[in-house]
């Protein structure tokens, strides 16, 4: 990739490592703003502009006629992708995981963490064997989707899915299960 610059400029078609370098020098506060209004949380639009630009190396970013909206634009997605990942792992965590009180002793907790741990195993168990799979490479192994659908010989789409009817039948499932180990019950 290379950048060649117009006659106001700014960069106008595809970038070398060292040209994503000066686009990063130029954008990169543009480019962190953009993520940050999405999230709202430094470190993680810290992490989108970092992966924008890594992006950018990785993949020809074809003809850009304008570099500011085509940042802008791919920051956004970025963090909007990184926001529904998020709040898809968190709509799980309650279930299985919820906050333990601070009044709780070491033991209480690790008693209460492994029956947690149990039970989504046992749930982890009944759903069916791809999508199990999936979402243990996903949320136990941090395995990104596409890495997945190598190892697993999928399409990234059909991880997706399996991940998505995993979710909800583990939120079912433990739902289900009355949830013997929230705090409100302990």
């Known amino acids: 990739m290379s950048v060649s610059l117009s006659s106001e400029g700014a960069p106008m078609t595809n970038a070398d490592p060292t040209d994503v ?8 506060r543009h480019v962190f703003h953009a993520a940050w209004r999405v999230l709202g949380d430094v470190a993680q639009a810290e992490d989108v502009q970092q992966d924008v630009f ?3 190396l990785e993949k020809s970013a074809g003809e850009v006629t304008a ?3 085509f940042l802008t634009t791919m920051a956004t997605r970025m963090a909007i992708d990184r926001l529904r990942r998020h709040q898809r792992w968190r ?4 279930i299985w995981r919820a906050s333990v009180p601070v009044a709780f002793d070491s033991t209480e907790h690790d008693a209460v963490r492994a029956d947690r741990a149990r039970l989504l195993r046992q749930a982890l168990g009944r759903l069916k064997s791809r999508e199990a ?10 395995m ?12 990234v789409n059909h991880v997706s899915v399996c991940l998505h009817r995993a979710a909800r039948a583990l ?3 433990l739902a289900d299960s009355g949830n013997p180990t929230s ?4």
């Open 133 to 142: 799979e999936c979402f243990s490479l996903r949320h136990v192994h941090g």
């Open 54 to 56: 890594l992006r950018l």
């Open 144 to 155: 990104e989707i596409a890495a997945i659908a190598r190892t697993m010989d999928m399409t």
């Open 91 to 94: 709509r799980l965590i309650p």
């Open 183 to 186: 705090p409100e019950v302990l």
């Open 21 to 28: 370098a000066s686009l990063a020098h130029t954008y990169g």
């Open 171 to 173: 939120e079912a499932q």
């Open 67 to 69: 570099w500011p909206g």
